[in-house]
T-cell receptor, first 115, second 114 residues
Framework: KNQVEQSPQSLIILEGKNCTLQ??????????LRWYKQDTGRGPVSLTI?????NTKSNGRYTATLDADTKQSSLHITASQLSDSASYIC??????????????FGKGTRLSVIA | EAGVAQSPRYKIIEKRQSVAFWCNPI?????LYWYQQILGQGPKLLIQ??????VDDSQLPKDRFSAERLKGVDSTLKIQPAKLEDSAVYLC???WGTGGGEQYFGPGTRLTVT
């Protein structure tokens, strides 16, 4: 069964600190992995996307890694800011099937950055 | 570039009532998705349209949920009759195609069923 598991479920850190969020998946055959940021009351916004051959991708203070062998990804946030408080969702895409590309969503990690 | 628009942003109804949500995707995007996101969980795909045809509605509770995308642009999602467990945020997203391309999400409609 295609699944995406994220940890921790929630996290509280002090402003300026770094943190790392984890994502494990069993989606097969693998196409790509995305990290989304979802602010409260808003729709998810894409942060990074990685294909099988990529093992790291940065977007400002966000750095995502991918280990396709162990089927694990992480999202590292450097020098956190209050505005980083949000849910971070890992989404894995399988290869197209019958003209459709199914996405598998994780439940997200709720990050709270406090002053 | 204008984003995905949804309305209303919030809706409160009693169980057994009906409700409809509206979505206007990004101009030119052929594919439109409706997701249900229950509090504390990731989005769950309800239905996917390619232009005005349905690509995937395997997780849509068809006894009470219906959706249409007339003329391959705007879409409406309807629930009739609503149940307490339908309380969730309903997200609309759109993309250029179905080949795993970027999906752009709207702000969602938060539905509360009492």
């Amino acid at each position: 069964k295609n699944q995406v598991e994220q940890s921790p479920q929630s996290l509280i850190i002090l402003e300026g600190k770094n943190c790392t969020l984890q994502c494990n998946y069993t989606v097969s055959p693998f196409s790509n992995l995305r990290w989304y940021k979802q602010d409260t009351g808003r729709g998810p916004v894409s942060l990074t996307i990685m294909t099988f051959s990529e093992n790291t991708k940065s977007n400002g203070r966000y750095t995502a890694t991918l280990d396709a062998d162990t089927k694990q990804s992480s999202l590292h946030i450097t020098a956190s800011q209050l505005s980083d408080s949000a849910s971070y969702i890992c989404v894995v895409s399988a290869l197209p099937r019958e003209g459709n590309t199914p996405l598998v969503f994780g439940k997200g990690t709720r990050l709270s950055v406090i002053a | 570039e204008a984003g995905v628009a949804q309305s209303p942003r919030y809706k409160i109804i009693e169980k057994r009532q009906s409700v409809a949500f509206w979505c206007n995707p990004i101009s030119g995007h052929a594919t439109l998705y409706w997701y249900q996101q229950i509090l504390g969980q990731g989005p769950k795909l309800l239905i996917q349209f390619q232009n005005n045809g349905v690509v995937d509605d395997s997780q849509l509770p068809k006894d009470r949920f219906s959706a249409e995308r007339l003329k391959g642009v705007d879409s409406t999602l309807k629930i009739q009759p609503a149940k307490l467990e339908d309380s969730a945020v309903y997200l609309c997203a759109s993309s250029w195609g179905t080949g795993g391309g970027e999906q752009y999400f709207g702000p969602g409609t938060r539905l509360t069923v009492t």
